[in-house]
């Protein structure tokens, strides 16, 4: 099992910059993949960025540009820094990680991110 902590979510203005945060714990030999999800209410949860063991990363298509995943093997820690922030990036980021097996994979709790126009 792998508990993923995820934190820095908060609240900033339009054009601000956030850095969201999320440490795997457990059997992390388990998972390759790790990234963010996000979701408001009504809408399906969308890709915002992932990164590979290797550093190979994917954005999703609103964020690139602005977003910058980065990954810390060593610490089992995922980072996401967020910059030039819209009001249409508020949601409930999710941390996810990919198991090698397959599946589901693991989800963290959600962080609310807000952009104050």
């Known amino acids: 099992q792998v508990r993923l902590v995820a934190s820095g979510g908060g609240l900033v203005q339009a054009g601000g910059s956030l850095r969201l945060s999320c440490k795997a714990y457990g059997n992390i030999f388990s998972i390759d993949a790790m990234g963010w999800y996000r979701q408001t209410p009504g809408k399906q949860r969308e890709l915002v960025a992932s990164i590979t063991k290797g550093g190979s990363t994917d954005y999703g298509d609103s964020v690139k540009g602005r977003f910058t995943i980065s990954r810390d093997n060593a610490l089992n820690t995922v980072y996401l820094q967020m910059n030039s922030l819209d009001p249409e990036d508020t949601a409930d980021y999710y941390c996810?990680?990919?198991?090698?097996?397959?599946?589901?994979?693991?989800w963290g709790k959600g962080t609310l991110v807000t952009v104050s126009s």
């Open positions: 996810h990680a990919v198991r090698i097996l397959g599946g589901e994979g693991y």
